[in-house]
């Protein structure tokens, strides 16, 4: 802030009469920023879930995997394997269960067809059966359903458990989890200006 004084002479017998005023002028602020890190508690993403109360984020886990790929990673070898046909392998629901689904892993070979080039099946190999909990919306499921493999475009994705023992039988058991409510602390980096501004003095 400048201060310009207006000396204003007044005759008034012998009293001099000074007027003082104060006019701003601009002068540019000079504001200084620095980072400083945020946490926000936010709702997690559906890549985000439970399991035996654990929280995995699906995506990025060394444990998820697609159920098929979990379930049968190694082909059978053939005998006399034909290199214009093809191995895969597919999930398919067998038992429906309030909280699990039963399904049997299936090694299928495929071959084009003569005419069309289109893939045809021409066998179907049992491998084992197997347990999913917690498959979403398991009560729309059809026995025989395809949830895994044979070109499924979203993925089956799962973590291996314990055993599931029935009786005398061991199933492997994999869980697809929960979907978490618990809030998930996500750590961003914001820019904020320091509180230590430039004053304007008087001069």
């Known amino acids: 802030m ?3 004084h207006f000396i ?7 009293q001099l009469t000074v007027l003082t005023c104060k ?3 601009n002068q540019q602020t000079s504001a200084k920023f620095q980072t400083v890190l945020v946490t926000n508690w936010v709702k997690p993403g559906m890549v985000m879930r439970e399991v035996n109360g654990q929280l995995y984020n699906t995506v990025y886990s060394k444990l998820w995997n697609d ?3 979990l379930s049968h990673s190694s082909p059978r070898a053939y005998s006399n394997p034909n290199p214009h046909h093809w191995i895969c392998s597919w999930v398919e629901v067998e038992r429906i269960d309030h909280s699990k689904i039963t399904c049997s892993v299936y090694e299928t070979e495929y071959a084009p067809d003569t005419y069309t080039g289109a893939p045809m099946l021409i066998d179907k ?7 999913i909990y917690h498959y979403p919306d398991s009560q729309l499921l059809t026995t025989g359903q395809i949830i895994s493999g ?3 475009k979203t993925p089956c994705r799962c973590m291996q458990v314990s055993n ?5 039988v061991s199933y492997e058991a994999y869980d697809y989890g929960i979907q978490s409510t618990k809030l998930v602390p996500v750590i961003t980096k914001v ?3 320091n509180t230590n501004s430039v004053g304007l003095n008087d001069e």
Do not use: D, E, P, R
């Open 2 to 4: 400048k201060t310009i």
């Open 8 to 14: 204003i002479a007044m005759l008034t017998g012998i």
């Open 23 to 25: 006019a701003q002028t």
């Open 67 to 69: 159920v098929c790929i």
């Open 125 to 131: 190999t049992f491998i084992k059966n197997i347990i």
């Open 150 to 152: 044979q070109g499924q």
């Open 164 to 168: 599931y023992i029935s009786g005398s």
């Open 191 to 193: 820019k904020v200006a």
